[in-house]
């Protein structure tokens, strides 16, 4: 009987290119001279400690946040992962991203790309990048964060990496003048109804998720002194996904503030149905006229200092508006 033997499947030669590619980048003289460099400084981060080399540049940002946080530093990287939308990078970034080399998808970046780019340091996160981590720092010095959303600590860890302690500690410290004279602001326009209890809504198709305190929006918010219901005071979860309506009373605040993951029809019409369930009128924010709809890259997906500044632009223009 005569054997057959079935071709390699794609994914098998994708994974072998890669290979290739990986081995081919360690054994030659241009990608990895940054093991050989004469000066370079250790960074601990969430997966290990790394070797950064002094004067890094070819940077290659592997979650949002870190292209956001790349970009407050006046750094341009190499190479970037696909924007969620707005593809193939978020609008309010293009101008600073024009020309910058894609390396595939966040939950997905493409090793080949990647080594093709030859980089000197690699952002990635625990969260995202954990399994592949050993094969990103065969390619170049790769430093992590935690997670996609806690921007001031990818700001601080890149600004570490990169040199640039003393321009990261800038950034923060405006942020922070910034955040305490809105704080300021919202405490003296509420006066006594404040500090407010918060909201934020993220519409789907078939559901909706509330961002929790432990979230990118959720943490922005409870910087400015917002305050939870004692349903969504959970600080250890980032959201909760909620398919029946019967539970809309958890979603309760005086404040709400919207966003829809995409423009797709259905997306708006599942918002109308639960808007117009019994049970949604009889929630704080909307029999108050506070429900607010606001920019879905803004809120949830650009995770990074620049996105929550455009975060601070929105709530003062519609909490607090010039008189």
Known sequence: MRHVVSPPSPALHARRRVLQALACSLAGPGLISWARAAAS???VHALGRTQVPLGASRVITLFQGATDAAVSLGVTPIGVVES???????????????????VGLETQPSLEDVISLEPDLIVAS?????????????????IAVEDVFSFRDTLALMGQALGKTAEAERVLATWDTRVAALRDRLRAHFDAAWPMTVSVLDFREDHVRAYLPNSFSGSVL???GFTRT??????????????????????????FFVLMRSDRPAVRQNYLAWRAHPLWTRLDAPRHGRVYEVDNVTWSLSGGILGAQLMLDDIAAKLVPPT
């Open 84 to 102: 969620w939308t707005q593809k193939p990078v978020y609008a309010y970034l293009r101008p600073a991203l024009e020309g910058v080399a894609q």
């Open 222 to 224: 409870a910087q400015l």
């Open 230 to 255: 004692a349903a969504q005071a959970d600080a250890t979860q980032t959201l909760q996904k909620i398919t029946s309506r019967e539970a809309i009373p958890f979603l309760d605040a005086q404040v």
């Open 126 to 142: 625990r969260f995202r990048n954990e399994r592949i981590y050993n094969l990103l720092s065969r390619i170049a010095p790769t």
């Open 41 to 43: 400084r250790e960074i």
